[in-house]
Nanobody
Framework: QVQLQESGPDLVKPSQTLSLTCTVSGGSITTNNYYWNWIRQPPGQGLEYMGYISYSGSSDYSPSLKSRTSISRDTSKNQFTLQLSSVTPEDTAVYYC????????????WGQGTQVTVSS
């Protein structure tokens, strides 16, 4: 059973960089055909794709967030990390990490989500 767990601060000040880590257990982040995603949900809104890092280490970002987003990984710890720079209160959201299965073409495992608030 694959499990994903987000960790990081729940409060970030405007203009700072938000950093969250997803720790994966029950499966390796280097296994072929899996893509490791960050997705967020602002209050009262739908889910928003932010980006992924793939099993091979390649990455993709949402065009609307690309200039502020970086996703990296630590294969020795089986973790991947989101960094979102220059945050504003509009970045307040529940942040999820999730695995996309490139064979089944679906998000098959999700973390429980972590609330991040941007406020001074």
């Amino acid at each position: 059973q694959v499990q994903l767990q987000e960790s990081g601060p729940d409060l970030v000040k405007p203009s700072q960089t938000l950093s969250l880590t997803c720790t994966v257990s029950g499966g390796s982040i280097t296994t072929n055909n899996y893509y490791w995603n960050w997705i967020r949900q602002p209050p009262g809104q739908g889910l928003e794709y932010m980006g992924y890092i793939s099993y091979s280490g390649s990455s993709d970002y949402s065009p609307s967030l690309k200039s502020r987003t970086s996703i990296s990984r630590d294969t020795s710890k089986n973790q991947f990390t989101l960094q979102l720079s220059s945050v504003t209160p509009e970045d307040t959201a529940v942040y999820y990490c999730a695995r996309f299965n490139g064979v089944g073409m679906l998000y098959d495992y999700w973390g429980q989500g972590t609330q991040v608030t941007v406020s001074s």
